[in-house]
């Protein structure tokens, strides 16, 4: 009855305990359920013929040889789709994409037709079988090309609009310009100031390539006039409001179901042609039609991330304090604009470039450029351009230093927000929420002896024999996530609060129902762990159920770490709408007031009087058989949570490398990654999310690219090129934390998952050009495979 | 196009179908068999979500024809645990949160279930070189490290007790 404290708060494994996780059973024993495994009855397939070339007007396609083929059973082209309205669909920023290449293509790999057959394998010989002949159009790939005044005019279907979702265009291939902070103080700043330095940098096309691609099974019942989809959604209320938008079927008519998600990364946020496809076809047939996209079309088709072409300018004192900070973004966003930021910002939150340093003005300005690359811009595990203002400020700090000839920790330490200046308002209007960034460096420098490895590398440098250039790379960044209040955040409308259900059942177990959708993060697992605390009800008897828009209560999804920002704030709020109700119950139950009792772990007790309680489950049983007169029956409540502000995660990360002077070979030596993610729900899941980041960040940093030719051929589109790191080259991870929590979330939580792969991209990149930084080297671009570093290396004349 | 049987044991259990020559392993077992643990991930052979074993070989079941299965013994991960009892991988990848979004995972776990038998007392670096066939985008391998690591010590626990 009166067990120890200790054991019935270890019992309910709530918040802070490295809690095993519960949707592991089903994946170990191959008893997940991702879309690809979704089987219906009478159900057939589809694939998508793509344009072999980059930019081309369609003169001709023919349908006929495909469909002699047996088992195909329709080919649909934009000409089909055209009186439905769906050959065009609006995108997540404001612009319009073509669903089918309507009378052009756009990109290589852009959707043309798609072919519906009674297996896979007759969809394939379809596709192949579908002649299109194309009249090839002069392409664009560099976005400063794209601005020229003579440059080929991309998107003819916007001829004369000089007005776009975000202002005025100046030019027929430019989308928007978008600036913020104070240009006239910023440029005042630079004109005076003692010290300043400017760098250029391209942040490459990238890919976040979850294991599993993108795919949907549409079932259009036209008996009922239901449609339900299974999707691989990061956001599947948002894929139904904007599908009910599009078809014209009533919401409520419309269930989307986001299954087991095989990681997501951003990839899965947008509404790509394929779903609207599948959809389409199944409203035309009747029939459930399953698309499931392969590895190539993935990488060439659905969500690029970054393509950022930066140029940053600091402005300091000859000590070191920055002054000013200014940045010119030509932003390339291939042939539709189809990033997946809160559309509000254009550029998302690039403005956190002003990072962990306290800095009086800035000056942000980015130009998005349409070229005859795939669409996107997608958030690749970050918040919305957070990695690429990260990098930009990271890599100027480092720049600074180097011209100043000071050390790199002892630059950012002079120039950090101080723990006492919290919350603090940027030059760029962010409100940081908390922060201790010293604390942290000083634990990092002391874990990895700092000063010893600088002694090291010394040493190492005035030996001509030694055969590897030393590298460390130093990074103390701050992220923004957590999308977002309704005020700044919201996609096509909606309002980017979330939400939670929970039910208490009345024999005590629980079911809590959410707006997310978990990709892995092992929402089933920590989430209940949130309700566990704040209920008393161990988390093995709560069960976490999302991404079914029939039963989840609306939200707007899983990226840019706003999951436990948001959903998990909602959830604190909605078990406090119950903890507050069975607190009456409990006072009714022991003819006592409210003010009598007080909480303990899993019951409310009288004051002072252990042997009187009520457990929460004894509330739930009496919350429906016996409420006090007056209080409806029931124990559930349900919370929107519209967060008042961002919450900004930090971290600090040291990385050491050791290149070889003859093949520009890079060891990962070591990797020291601090994090403060404010509270800690989990700390296994809280690692291993770490790990995972800290892996991509490695992968961007090192190799990851999409490149085209000059006639807009993607290069290395498939696994044998991309760069996807395997157990063998991926280094050895340390990991380290303090915690900071956020005071204005309910349960003092930030949000980890993308910080290591935000914080880790610069790590990399600061260690790399640190080996050559005694050579007066101060920048160059990922990735850094051994090619390019070898490049270098000859650059400087150690290589031959 | 006309179809060949193709006759094989197939998780202990003796199975015969009618398949298109050119029918995949991966697709033959998903989509006839309804065995969708194995995941398909690249068509490629690169990223080992489909890995099965075959006489006693990890294959990449993506890029292998049903029929080159004939008279074979083939195991996938829905056949790893016995009567309800987790194998030690399985146990391993559980107890070390080795697995996230969990697609690549009965990848993985045929792959440990085969690298354990030709090493069974793996260091890391060999774990890290026996394991680099597959590849996981969730974890960074560190704790699917672990948990072979885990796995092994389990295995050659009850190689002892038996």
């Known amino acids: ?800 | 196009m006309s179809k060949k049987i193709v006759s094989m044991h197939l998780n202990g259990k003796a199975v015969e179908e009618a398949v298109e020559p050119r029918t995949l392993l991966i697709h033959f077992l998903r989509e006839k068999m309804n065995l969708t643990g194995a995941h398909i991930g690249c068509e490629t052979s690169h990223c080992g979500a489909c890995t099965v074993d075959i006489d006693g070989q990890s294959v990449k079941a993506c890029t292998h024809l049903t029929v080159q299965c004939e008279g074979s013994d083939v195991k996938t991960v829905e056949g790893l645990a016995n009567a309800g009892v987790l194998h030690a991988v399985q146990e391993g990848f559980y107890k070390e949160h080795g697995l996230q979004c969990g697609f690549c995972t009965p990848g993985m776990l045929m792959r440990a279930y085969r690298f354990l038998q030709d090493n069974p007392n793996p260091t890391e670096q060999e774990v890290r070189v026996g394991m680099s066939g597959n590849l996981c985008r969730c974890t960074g391998y560190q704790n699917i490290v672990k948990a072979v690591m885990h796995a092994a010590a389990a295995l050659q626990q009850q190689a002892v007790a038996a």
Request: aromatic content about 8%; hydrophobic content about 40%.
């Open chain 1, 1 to 800: 009855m009166n067990a120890p404290l200790s054991d019935r708060e270890k019992a309910l494994m709530g918040m802070g305990e490295p809690r095993l996780r519960k949707e592991d059973a089903r994946f170990i024993q191959g008893k997940g359920n991702y879309v690809d495994d979704i089987k219906m009855p009478n159900m057939v397939h589809m694939d998508i013929v793509r344009s072999s070339v980059a930019h081309a007007r369609i003169k001709r396609i023919n349908k006929e040889a495909a469909l002699k083929i047996p088992g195909v059973i329709a080919v649909l082209t934009a000409e089909d789709l055209k009186p439905l309205k769906l050959h065009w669909m609006p995108t997540l920023a404001g612009d319009v994409a073509a669903v089918l290449a309507d009378e052009k293509v756009h990109f290589q790999m852009q959707e043309v037709a798609i072919v519906i057959a009674e297996d896979r394998y007759s969809a394939a010989d379809g596709v192949e079988a579908v002649e299109v002949e194309y009249e090839e159009l002069p392409v664009v790939i560099d976005p400063f090309e794209a601005l020229k005044p003579d440059a080929p005019v991309l998107r003819e279907d916007l001829a004369g609009k000089t007005e776009g979702a975000h202002g005025k265009r100046y030019h027929h291939n430019h989308i928007f310009t978008w600036d913020a902070g104070n240009k006239e103080t910023t440029d005042a700043a630079f004109a005076s100031a003692p010290v300043t330095v400017k760098q250029d940098m391209h942040y490459p096309r990238v890919h976040p390539c979850p294991l599993e691609t993108c795919g949907a099974v549409a079932s259009f019942d036209p008996i009922r006039g239901e449609l339900t989809t299974y999707i691989t959604s990061q956001a599947p209320h948002v894929v139904r409001t904007v599908v009910s938008m599009l078809s014209g079927i009533p919401e409520s008519k419309v269930r989307i179901i986001s299954p087991d998600i095989g990681g997501g990364f951003g990839n899965k946020v947008g509404i790509y042609p394929g779903y609207v496809c599948a959809i389409v076809s199944s409203i035309v047939l009747g029939r459930p039609v399953k698309w499931v996209e392969d590895r190539i079309e993935n990488l060439s088709s659905t969500a690029f991330a970054r393509d950022y072409h930066m140029t940053g300018e600091l402005a300091a004192t000859t000590d070191g304090k920055i002054l000013a900070l200014r940045t010119n973004v030509i932003a390339d966003h291939g042939a539709f604009d189809a990033c997946a930021d809160p559309t509000k910002f254009p550029a998302g939150m690039f403005h956190i470039v002003s990072g962990s340093y306290d800095i009086p003005t800035a000056y942000c300005k980015v130009d998005g450029v349409y070229t005859n690359k795939a669409p996107g811009g997608v958030a690749y595990r970050c918040s919305f351009r957070v990695t690429e203002a990260v990098y930009l400020v990271e890599r100027m700090v480092d720049v600074l230093a180097q011209k100043l000839g000071m050390d790199k920790a002892e630059i950012r330490a002079k120039n950090f927000i101080k723990r006492e200046q919290f919350p603090y308002t940027s030059a760029f209007g962010f409100e940081y929420d908390s922060g201790d960034y010293q604390t942290a460096l000083d634990k990092v420098l002391t874990a990895v002896d700092y000063k010893g490895l600088r002694a090291e590398q010394a040493a190492k440098r005035a030996d001509p024999h030694c055969p590897t250039l030393m590298g460390i790379g130093l990074v103390t960044f701050t992220e923004v996530v957590g999308a977002g209040p309704s005020k700044i955040c919201d996609i096509l409308g909606v309002g980017m609060f979330d939400s939670c259900e929970i039910r208490v059942h009345p024999t005590g177990s629980a079911i809590a129902r959410m707006g997310t959708i978990s990709q892995g993060q092992g929402h089933q697992t920590t989430y209940a762990q949130i309700i566990a605390t704040e209920l008393g009800i161990p988390s093995e008897v709560i069960q976490v159920e999302e991404g079914d828009t029939n039963t989840a209560p609306y939200g707007l999804g899983t990226y840019g770490s706003r999951s436990t920002p948001v959903a998990g704030a909602a959830i604190a709020m909605a078990a406090r709408k119950i903890h507050a109700k069975a607190k009456k119950i409990a006072a009714h139950l022991m003819e006592v007031s409210e003010a009598d009792l007080e909480w303990e772990i899993d019951r409310f007790k009288v004051r002072g009087d252990d042997a009187k309680f009520k457990t929460m489950a004894q509330i739930a049983w009496a919350s429906y058989n016996s409420p006090p007169p007056g209080l409806e029956p029931g124990l559930e409540a349900v919370h929107y949570y519209d967060p008042p502000n961002f919450t900004f995660p930090f971290g600090i990360y040291l990385c050491v490398v050791d290149i070889d002077k003859g093949t520009g070979e890079t060891k990962i030596r070591r990797f020291y990654a601090l994090d403060d993610c404010g509270t800690r729900i989990n700390p296994m899941i809280i690692e291993g999310q770490i790990h995972g980041g800290l892996t991509e960040g490695f992968a961007v940093a090192m190799g990851q690219l999409l490149s085209f030719d000059k006639q807009g051929n993607i290069q290395g589109n498939t696994l044998m090129d991309y760069f996807l790191p395997t157990a063998v080259e991926t280094p050895h991870w340390e990991t380290d934390h303090t915690v900071t929590p956020s005071p204005h979330h309910p349960i003092g939580a930030k949000g980890v998952a993308e910080s290591p792969h935000v914080g880790s991209i610069p790590t990399f990149t600061s260690a790399m050009v640190d080996a050559f930084a005694h050579l007066g080297v101060t920048h160059f671009n990922m990735p850094h495979s051994a090619y390019r570093v070898w490049q270098q290396l000859k650059a400087v004349g150690i290589a031959s």
